[in-house]
């Protein structure tokens, strides 16, 4: 079955740095476009970057702009957050999708999220 399993979450103080992590099992992830949102309490779930099959374009929410990367890594199923200079408002339960369209259909699948807290 389908899995994104999210790790790297945790505590971290404001100007510091987390890795998020992203495997993902039971598609075909190299032709799925993969993404991280986030949801702060009481907000919407907000795309934070996305990144193409390939991984040959990136697009940013302007929040993060210079801040956060992602990549990802076909052979190893996994997609990447690297999120430097953080901020209290970069708190969040952290998700991860991928996407695929083909024709009419619509593809999706979400991961269970995991959880970063920023503050000193």
């Known amino acids: 079955q389908v899995q994104l399993v999210e790790s790297g979450g945790g505590l971290v103080q404001p100007g510091g740095s987390l890795r998020l992590s992203c495997a993902a099992s039971?598609?075909?992830?190299?032709?799925?476009?993969m993404a991280w949102y986030r949801q702060a309490p009481g907000k919407e779930r907000d795309l934070v970057a996305a990144i193409t099959s390939a991984g040959g374009s990136t697009n940013y929410a302007d929040s993060v702009k210079g801040r956060f990367t992602i990549s990802r890594d076909n052979a190893k199923n996994t997609v990447y957050l690297q999120m430097n200079s953080l901020k209290p408002e970069d708190t969040a339960v952290y998700y991860c999708?991928?996407?695929?369209?083909?024709?009419?259909?619509?593809?999706?699948?979400w991961g269970q999220g995991t959880q970063v807290t920023v503050s000193s």
């Open positions: 999708k991928a996407e695929r369209v083909s024709g009419i259909l619509r593809y999706d699948y």
């Open positions: 039971g598609f075909t992830f190299s032709s799925y476009v």
